[in-house]
């Protein structure tokens, strides 16, 4: 099994920057996918970075590019997300999911994440 807890979401004003932290706990860690998902009211849950076990590809959704970075600190167990610029569309619930393992085909695709965490919101003000 795979534990994984959010933390650092809050109230924002747009323009501004968080930055998400995951921790995980498990057997293992670095032979996994990470990802961070994201999901607003009334929404379905979208994808916002993935990145493969060993901090390889990073994968993010063209609404966030050039604004978040997602990172993976391997010897800590822990993946985060720092997020620049913050937009009021950016407002959401912000989850951490782990896969099975690590790859790149399909690493966008939400079924392939196995674990999740409980999620963080996320609100960004005008």
């Known amino acids: 099994q795979v534990q994984l807890v959010e933390s650092g979401g809050g109230l924002v004003q747009a323009g501004d920057s968080l930055r998400l932290s995951c921790a995980a706990s498990g057997r293992t860690f670095s032979d996994r996918n990470m990802g961070w998902f994201r999901q607003a009211p009334g929404k379905e849950r979208d994808i916002v970075a993935v990145i493969t076990g060993y901090g390889t590809d990073p994968y993010y959704s063209d609404s966030v590019k050039g604004r978040f970075t997602i990172s993976r600190d391997n010897a800590k167990n822990t993946v985060s997300l720092q997020m620049n610029s913050l937009k009021v569309e950016d407002t959401a619930v912000y989850y951490c999911?782990?896969?099975?393992?690590?790859?790149?085909?399909?690493?966008?695709?939400?079924?392939?994440?196995?674990?999740w965490g409980q999620g963080t919101q996320v609100t960004v003000s005008s």
């Open positions: 999911a782990a896969a099975a393992a690590s790859f790149r085909f399909g690493m966008t695709r939400p079924e392939r994440y196995n674990y």
